[in-house]
Antibody, heavy 123, light 106 residues
């Protein structure tokens, strides 16, 4: 059974750097085709993809947020870390990590999601 | 940047068929996924690779994708299907979500 759990601060101040950790079980990021993505959702608004890290160390970022994001993995701990710099109140959202799998046809889907963690940016 | 457009809301009577569309430039050349999100819960994948249902998803959920439009169809809609639905596709190694559609079963 695949499970993911996000952890990190519930409150950050403007201009600070947010660091979130996704701890997962039931799969390994050393397995070909396995990836982890981060997605966020401001209250009452739509989902927004942030970043993805792949089994082969590939890193992919949202075009609009690329300069602020860093994704990394620790395969020994089954963890993926997302850092977002220069936080602003508009970044207040629920942040989800999701197991992402590459299909035989090359498509990626967010198969299993964590419960999400709410982050508020306020002074 | 690539955009996916969904109707903000769709209404359906119980037992009827609901169709939710997702439009994007040459979307049919990409794979579309659909996610269901109920209030206070995390999204759940209901359709991937245009038409495939993950295990555990009822067969009343189906998908299609052609031209500029992907469609999620729910046959014999039940009250438990009331939720927000998001389409998603990949463009140039970046994932794009639609704005979401609130499905009301009344």
């Amino acid at each position: 059974q695949v499970t993911l759990r996000e952890s990190g601060p519930a409150l950050v101040k403007p201009t600070q750097t947010l660091t979130l950790t996704c701890s997962f079980s039931g799969f390994s990021l050393t397995t070909v085709g396995k990836c982890v993505s981060w997605i966020r959702q401001p209250p009452g608004k739509a989902l927004e993809w942030l970043a993805r890290i792949d089994w082969d160390d590939g890193e992919y970022y949202s075009t609009s947020l690329r300069t602020r994001l860093t994704i990394s993995k620790d395969t020994s701990k089954n963890q993926v870390v997302l850092s977002m710099t220069n936080m602003d109140p508009v970044d207040s959202a629920s942040y989800y990590c999701a197991q992402t799998s590459k299909s035989s046809t090359g498509d990626y889907a967010f198969h299993v999601w964590g419960q999400g963690t709410m982050v508020t940016v306020s002074s | 940047s690539y955009e996916l457009t969904q109707p903000p809301s769709v209404s359906v009577s119980p037992g009827q068929t609901a169709s939710i569309t997702c439009s994007g430039d040459k979307l049919g050349d990409k794979y579309a996924c659909w996610y269901q999100q109920k209030p206070g819960q995390s999204p759940v994948l209901v359709i991937h690779q245009d038409t495939k249902r993950p295990s555990g998803i009822p067969d009343r959920f189906s998908g299609s994708n052609s031209g500029n439009t992907a469609t999620l169809t729910i046959s014999g809609t039940q009250a438990m299907d009331e939720a927000d639905y998001y389409c998603q596709a990949w463009d140039s190694s970046t994932a794009v979500f639609g704005g979401g559609t609130k499905l009301t079963v009344l």
